[in-house]
């Protein structure tokens, strides 16, 4: 497998050199975020991860390679291309056999991770329980990834527009831990605030390594949770965004838009009912979380090495 | 776990000459269809295979061994036995320590394939999501399987039976890829349109074996679903096989049929709502993907070689 | 992984010298009993499995090892610590890592019986998919264990405050075999019937092994529910338990308890309302149980051997 693998000339002298590397995913870059904003973020975001004593190794596919870190050019061709697949565990290969370029999601950045060895990703908000699952059945891929692949996911929760409850009783189900940072509470990405507690409340970098770490010991793979909550400063108002959603959600219903269009649309008329500022939190959370993603990859290096 | 496999003597030689193999199962023998319909169907299917240039591997369980390559009198015994039993995944340990007669449905062939070696498996249609399953919980074993079982299963969709959308989601939430073979569009079985899209459309068995191939190289454990339509002048009319299927279940649920019940209470009903004719598009799509199986194994086998 | 594991000198002397090794879970002790029954109940059924030629291996976790076997202190110790944390599987790297005192659930059970080789495990009753699961995604882990770990699990069935029904479709769904002992039906815990079948009745401890070590074999991972009733003699009636069960049920619905708070509630309601007789019946199983356990035990090690 490691024949697809392609590391930037960054990550390779990292890998050499033994330092600590930190994934990021790209559909944020290709899907995620307007142009230019998404590309600037991506910059900014490897900058926090570098400052920080850290690698940054943002993961995408080109030219039927798996990318371990990407040039200026490759991230700008991420960031403009409106072809760019969104590619989960079952598009990996398709991509990758048919020369597609290819924007991975969190399922995606897992795998692709955890082949190039790397064991800390960060990225914005996991996917996860639909609403509507119990008759939908739609259940993000990034679930049963985290329950068999071996990657510490630092993210900011869950977003609201999902059912956070059900996401959280599938992942107790299929055993995989979820830990919050400085405070009990799951976070729901915008806000700090879920209403629902995480499994573990683990504060430094060294605890959360040493339990990551203790648990891979153990023979027992998959991926862990390590929800960070958006800084208080730059998270948006509960009551706010809850109304915001509510209304999407009625707008969705009334306009009888179903299936595979209500996330996009929901996202999308957030974005607009907000005037931009989920934009702004979402940006801040991301680099929150290239902070704490950085510093729990320099802990885990300490373990391993 | 080799010491259960037996193989015949036609598969015990492609195997030491390093020929193509495709792997059938046989509860469409057993249980699928009348005898001696079920026999023949059997025997064709199986040639059509050897004139495409590979070699057919008739799969199931006789005296506590895994028969890989069936004869004629064992082809025989299974089309006329009332008592060989269904086997799925959970019951081969039992038909095998028991020594009984046992016919593998896809999820217990796709083990055998695997344990054989074999990549590539024709089979009418796969099990699902059965209607209703958001409460009876009632969800084939078969998916499952083809999350975790590495054989590529060349069939013509999902009998409209089941619940088409939700089988899908389900495959998707566990990273199965779903192919189509000459259209988007993902088969119903007796039809060729089901209304929902195929992941992927792959029409060349060397497009199809590069994906296959590029799956397992990146260690992407599972099933790959290569779905087949019905070649159209053998296809049912949709509106009417769907209209049958309505019928046949509001007399399920007008006679108080329920549970484990209601499948075979349906395909039989079909049957003979269909007078027959249902029978014989079964066999034809059999055959149709007879065909496209053997391609895709030579496919395969040039990857392999 | 074999660094957190700490052998009892009884069970490091019966690996020494090859005999055959019965795990039991310690939840059980610290939470499903009240002082001093659960100790005594340990004790008692630690002799049994003793009695019957077998080494008992009670299993828990303290000061940062998973301890194999416990002593008189140990035992008493779970038996009376009112913060002994319950341990499933997202929880064992916790409670080790942070060196608290954890007491094993059935799937961490199963867990660190399979890393210290032991085979067979017995337990009371295995945890399920809870009833209104439909729409509460409530599925105990234990299922998912039984799905990927492969230990056989002694046990009298699922308790009938779960879905019975929608747990056994679920382990159908991910070919986990689910055997019972003396009869086909599949018991409900307090009662010899749920009205359910399993899907093999094997009688004997050899058949059962048979069974077990053919699954394990054929590189088909994961567990096997062998089912054991409740001797007749110590079985609650059926109709008493079922309008209990529903009494509590709806005392429940009434009072608002919801979530998490549901099962707790009700095994307590269920306790006095049988005034304390349940209590009885749970020991007498258990007990019943261990001896079925020990007996597999022998029979599996004969074919290990
Ligand atoms: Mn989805
Ligand atoms: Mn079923
Ligand atoms: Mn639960």
């Not at 920080?52 to 039927?64: E, L, Q």
Request: aromatic residues 6%.
């Amino acid at each position: 497998m490691q024949q697809f693998l392609l590391y930037s000339p960054e990550v390779a002298a990292a890998r050499a050199a033994g330092k600590a590397i930190v994934a990021l995913e790209s559909t944020i870059i290709s899907h995620g975020m307007p142009y230019p904003q998404n590309v600037q973020m991506a910059r900014e975001v490897e900058q926090i991860i570098r400052d920080a004593g850290a690698v940054p190794a943002t993961i995408a596919i080109m030219d039927g390679k798996i990318c371990i870190g990407l040039n200026e050019q490759q991230l700008e061709l991420l960031g403009t291309s409106p072809d760019a697949m969104k590619v989960s565990r079952r598009d990996l290969p398709f991509v990758l056999a048919q020369r597609k370029l290819g924007a991975t999601t969190v399922a995606a950045t897992m795998i692709c991770a955890e082949l190039a060895g790397i064991s800390v990703f960060v990225t914005g908000g996991i996917g996860g329980v639909h609403r509507g699952a119990e008759t939908s059945f739609d259940i993000s891929a990034d679930l049963q990834e985290l329950a068999h692949t071996s990657v510490a996911v630092v993210c900011a929760g869950v977003k609201s527009i999902l059912d956070i409850g059900l996401t959280l009783e599938y992942l107790e189900t299929y055993g995989v831990p979820v830990v919050s940072v400085g405070q009990r509470g799951f976070p729901a990405f915008f806000t700090r605030e879920s209403g629902f507690n995480a499994d573990f409340q683990l504060d430094t970098p060294a605890e959360q390594a040493a339990f990551i770490h203790t648990k891979w010991q153990l023979g027992l793979k998959g991926g862990v949770v390590v929800s960070n909550p958006v800084p208080a400063a730059e998270a948006m108002p509960k009551a706010e965004i809850d109304a915001i959603t509510e209304q999407a959600l009625q707008e969705a219903d009334t306009q009888g838009i179903t299936g595979k269009q209500v996330t996009p649309f929901l996202l999308s008329r957030i974005k607009q009912l907000t005037d931009g500022r989920s934009l702004a939190t979402n940006i801040a959370l991301v680099k929150n979380n290239a902070r704490c993603g950085a510093a729990l990859a320099l802990a885990m290096h300490a373990h391993q090495n």
